[in-house]
Each structure stands twice: as C-alpha cells, then as structure tokens.
C-alpha cells in the first residue's frame, strides 16, 4: 500500500510541476518527509532526486526532439553544476532532520513570496522587451520543429554563477532546481520562456544524475531504492499527465495555487520544529 501511495502521489506531483514548467522536486520532498518521517535527509532527498533524474531524462528527450534546448549554454550551466552538486549530497548527510525541515520550509517560502512579481505580470499581460545585447554577452539564433523562431542574448558567465547555486539546491534539498533556475533564466538572462524551460530540464538532468551518483558511492541506496524506482516510475507518468493539463489553464491561476501551497507547507514544516 505505502508503493502504491507513493506511485500515486509522485504522479500528482510531477503532473502539477510540469504544469508549471519548474519540476515537481520541490513538492515532493515535504511529502516524502510526510510519509516517511522516520528516515534521514539523505534519504528522503536520494528518492526524490531520483525521480528528478528520471523525468529530467525524459522530458529533455522530448524538448530535444522539439529543437528548444539551447545545448551550448546548457552544457556550461550543466557543467558549473557538478562540484556543488557533490557538496549538497556530502553535506546533506550530516543534518538531522530537525534541522533540514526549517531549512527547507523557509526555502518554500522564499519561492512562494517570489511568485508575486510573476503573477503580477501575468495578471496585467505584460511583458517588457528583451534588452540590447552588451559587450560581453553571448547572442543565439536557432528554430524550432515547428518553425518558431528564438533570437536572444545573456550573460553567459551570469548564468553560470548561478547554476552553481542551483547544483547545490539540486543535491541538498533534492528539489532538481528547476523552480529557481526557470525564473532566474526568464526574468534575469531574458532566456524565451520555452528555451528556458527546455534548457533548464536539460541542466537538470546533468545536476541531478551527479546527486544520484554521488548518493549510489556514498551508500546513501540501500532499502530505498525500491521506493525511488516506484516514485521514478511515478514521475514520468505524471509528466506526460502534466503536459496534457497545461494546454487547458491559465497560467496566472496555477501560479497563485502554487504560492498557496508552498508557503503553507514550508510554514508546516518550520513549525515542525516546535513540535514535542
């Protein structure tokens, strides 16, 4: 029964982040804590990064296909990932769980509240134009399957800092990173929302498969790998669900519902502390 649970909340979960287009580690780690509040960080963070890894492999898979993966960037920004990725999987493994939980609530919370300006800009239908390439940043062109056609410039070394802090939340809190990377490469690099959201699962995948290893060598696997597989399997399901739903919302509404719930459940999980 616990498989069966487990298979069915890693649908819900990975059918709503791929509605949003940011993953749905981030919600699935406070469940995992949830349903198994016996186990470690290491532990709880190794299934859900697990099932990142697999919906990352999938769903770059398809954006490949689909010609929306700016692959050069992807690389650096993937390759600026690996070494704080290792250090998240080492260091989570030190913390109990009485210290990871209002860590990470207030990480959910700190998301939640940076939803607003988003859902701001939505609501007006606003979208300011992209800035004038500068000394320095790097310029791309390419098109799609379907003809569309991205013209965009960024700063590549920016963008590279910043993975390094999402390789570490991707392997710390086994969020895959997508939820800080997504709006960061939109809103900060100005990167099209399509490659945006293409490239970062392409960036995830490479984050998340270096979490994964690193877990597999430091012995973090043992009885978990069945649950990991159940909720892997459970994932890739649930993103294909997703995908489905996400042409039929407005966008606006699902952000608001996303802010909801990520600072009700980070606002569960630091009061956990207070608990006898």
């Given at each position: 029964m616990h498989h069966v649970l487990l298979l069915l909340v890693s649908m819900g979960v990975a059918a709503f982040g791929t509605v949003i287009g940011a993953g749905g580690g981030f919600l699935f780690v406070p469940v995992l804590m949830f349903l198994y509040p016996h186990e470690s960080p290491a532990s709880v963070t190794f299934i859900s990064l697990f099932s990142v890894l697999a919906n990352a492999l999938s769903a770059t898979a398809g954006y490949l296909r689909l010609r929306r993966v700016d692959v050069r960037s992807g690389l650096v920004f993937g390759a600026a990932t690996v070494v704080p990725a290792v250090i998240g999987v080492v260091l989570v493994r030190e913390v109990s769980m009485a210290q990871f939980s209002p860590v990470f609530g207030c990480l959910l919370m700190a998301l939640g509240l940076g939803l607003i300006p988003e859902i701001r800009r939505r609501k007006g239908g606003r979208r300011p134009p992209p800035p004038e390439p500068?000394?320095?940043?790097?310029?791309r062109h390419f098109v799609?399957?379907?003809g569309v056609e991205?013209?965009?410039a960024f700063s590549l070394r920016l963008g590279a800092i910043a993975s390094v802090l999402v390789g570490f939340?991707?392997?710390f809190f086994g969020i895959g990173g997508g939820?800080?990377?997504v709006p960061f490469m939109t809103q900060v690099l100005r990167f099209p929302v399509r490659v945006a959201t293409a490239t970062s699962v392409?960036?995830?995948g490479i984050s998340s498969l270096v979490g994964v290893v690193t877990h597999v060598i430091m012995g973090d696997v043992?009885?978990?790998?069945?649950r990991a597989l159940v909720a892997a399997a459970g994932s890739v399901i649930g993103a294909q669900i997703g995908a489905r739903i996400a042409r039929r919302l407005t966008g606006q509404y699902v952000l608001v519902v996303l802010l909801c719930a990520l600072f009700l459940v980070g606002l569960r999980l630091?009061?956990?502390v207070f608990q006898v």
């Open positions: 500068k000394p320095g940043w790097t310029e799609d399957v379907d991205f013209r965009y939340a991707s392997s939820v800080i990377h392409f960036v995830l043992r009885l978990n790998i069945v630091v009061l956990r």
